[in-house]
Structures are given as C-alpha cells and as structure tokens.
C-alpha cells in the first residue's frame, strides 16, 4: 500500500508541475523538473528513517526534540501559507474557485439563483453546503483561510487520535510530505479547497474510530458532508457502507443511507424550488458531470462498496479510499485525453486536474503510519 500511495501522490505532483510550470519555463525543463522533483519526494520518503536518525542525533547536540520540530514544520508552512495571501493577489491566477463561491453569495444577497452565471460563464460546481461552510471567510475576503483553518483542524484530530490508539500516525512525515507537495502549494496559493473537503472527511473516519456514534449521527454528518461535494460519497461508501454490509447491520444501514442522500437532495429540492427553470440549467451535478461521468461516478461508488466490507481496519479504510478516488479521476482523465488530445487536456484547460488533489489526504496519512 504504501509504496504504491508514494508512486500516486508523486505522479500527482507531478502533472501540477508539468501543467503549471510549462505556462512559466520552457516545456522541456517542465518535463525534466516534473519527473525529478517526485523522484527526489520518493527518495527522500523511504530513506526518512535515516535523515530522521540524523535529525535525531542532532536533536541530542541542539536540544530540539521531535516535538519541537513538528511545531518549527507547522510553523513554517502555516508562515508560508499566510505569505501567499499576501503576496499573492488571487485574482492574479487563471483558477475561480473564489470566484465561485463570491458568485454563489452575491447571487443570494441579490435574490437570484445562486448558481446563476455572474463574473464569467463559469458556475459554481459545488453543492450548497460547501457554500455555507465557505461564508464566514467569504465574508471576512479570504476564502484560503478555509483550508488552512481546516488543515490545523486535521493536525488536531491526527494528535487526538494518537493519544487514543494503538496505531499513531507520524506529523512529523506527514508534515514533510505537505510541505514538499507543489501540487498542494498550488492549492493553497489559488484558495482552492478540494483537499480540504476530503480532509473533512478523514477527520471524521478519524472521529469514528474514536468514537462510537449512532447510526442517526453518522447519517446526519454522512449528508452533510456529502451536500459539500458529491465525490465524498465514495470515500464514505468505503468507510460507513461498507462496515454496515459486511456485519450484515441492514436496518442501520437503511438509516444511514437514507440520512446520507436526504441532505445533499434536499439542498438540491430548495435549488429547484428557487427556480426550477434555471435549476435545470445550472446545477451544482450538472457541473461536477462535465468532468467526471455520471456512469462512472455510479460505477466507482458501487466498487467502493464493495471495498468497504473488506476494510477491516483504518489503514485499509484510508487506502481504498485514496485509490477509488484517484482511479475514479484517472478514468476520467484517460478518456479526456482520447477526446481532446494530450495539449488541450495537460496544458489547457479541457480537464480539471484538481480533481486527482481528492485522494491525497487518504494517502498522505496512509503514509505518515509509524511503524510498530
């Protein structure tokens, strides 16, 4: 599992290089610093117990314990994030995924359709709840202090977890991997908030291996993650689905199935309710359909299942999990690229690579398991 997490989230960073870079530098340093820079991601990762022995050694020499040197690397990206805000003007980027969620709001403030066409010809592709969840920092003019809000919010949970389990997950790699991810500094610097919404959703795997909760409550917060992005299904059908299948728990399973689609639907039917010309028009899964098939969106929440009642235990949950939703958005991309060719889907703009950015949380965690 792990060598395999380590080559996708590699060949991830790597398209962003590749994509990103090219538009900046000549294409052919693109290519080289696209397979090089995750080269070195993946030599560093399985030499980390030796640089960690180095660090320790000079742990003993400086005094800076790994306690230590998880909060200078939390320090430091958390710096490094805020110095993007601030330097780096958004509306500087060819990325809108502020600009989506300012049309959503400006649209309800004026009393239109809140998916209705307003800066561009683009329209918001994610579900209402995303929307509400993006308000308050919409409100105050940085939509990025979501992500980071979020992003410590999974720090904390990751520690919390630590100190109830026999298993314990390393920040200290985890935090490497962040850090050295370009393809998550993209995220960051364009206030795009795709790992963020599925880092909500390992904190509550997290929360669910601590916790016992009722089938009522995991439905309940099984919708409304599901009402932010629809994709989260498929991670949710791997850790929630599943377990209740594989212990034959049916009528729990009605319960939370039923809970989990009533959200997003009723987020929808007050959509349609608003306007039901313009709903048909602009919707939030007519859009996220443009990129990512419907047959195909159907056909991996079903494998997802299916997976789900053989994840017995959490490190198979986040390993699934990662994989249905990086295999979901590679099918998609494969058939982009027979469609449109390997220029208009790579270096322009026919294919949303964003999208692959939904599995790294799964598999970053995955990674950062110490060993027994």
Known sequence: MAFISLLILSLINGIFILKYSSRIIPLEYAYGISIFLPIIMCVGYYYKEYLYTIFDKAEKKSGIAERNQIRILLCTIVILWILCFVFIPKGILR????????????????????????????????????????????????????????????????TKFNHTQKRSFSLRSLLWLWLLSPALWWESTTRSTIVM??????????????????????????????????????????????????????????????????????????????????????????MQSLFMPTWLSALMIGLSIVLGTRAKDFDMKLWYSGLMLFLTVFIALCFALFKYGWSEVIYADAFDISYFLQSVPFFMILLSQRKE
Do not use: C
């Not at 049309?103 to 579900?127: C, E, H």
């Not at 009722?214 to 599943?242: H, Q, Y």
């Open 197 to 286: 919404n599925m880092s909500l959703t390992v904190l509550f795997f997290l929360y669910n291996a601590v916790k016992t909760l009722s089938p009522i409550k995991k439905g309940i917060i099984s919708g409304l993650l599901t009402a932010t992005r629809s994709s989260v299904i498929i991670p949710l059908s791997v850790s929630v689905l599943g377990d209740f299948i594989r212990e034959k728990k049916w009528s729990e399973l009605i319960k939370v199935s039923f809970l989990t689609g009533f959200v997003p639907i009723l987020s929808l039917a007050i959509l349609y309710l608003w306007n039901s010309e313009l709903f048909f028009l602009h919707n939030p899964l007519a």
């Open 95 to 158: 990325v809108d995924r502020w600009l989506m969620i300012k049309t959503f709001w400006d649209n309800v403030f004026a009393g239109n359709y809140p998916y209705t066409p307003l800066y561009s010809n683009n329209v918001p592709g994610q579900l209402p709840m995303y929307h509400v969840l993006a308000f308050p920092f919409h409100i105050i003019g940085e939509v990025g202090l979501l992500s980071l809000s979020i992003f410590l919010l999974l720090i904390w949970g990751i």
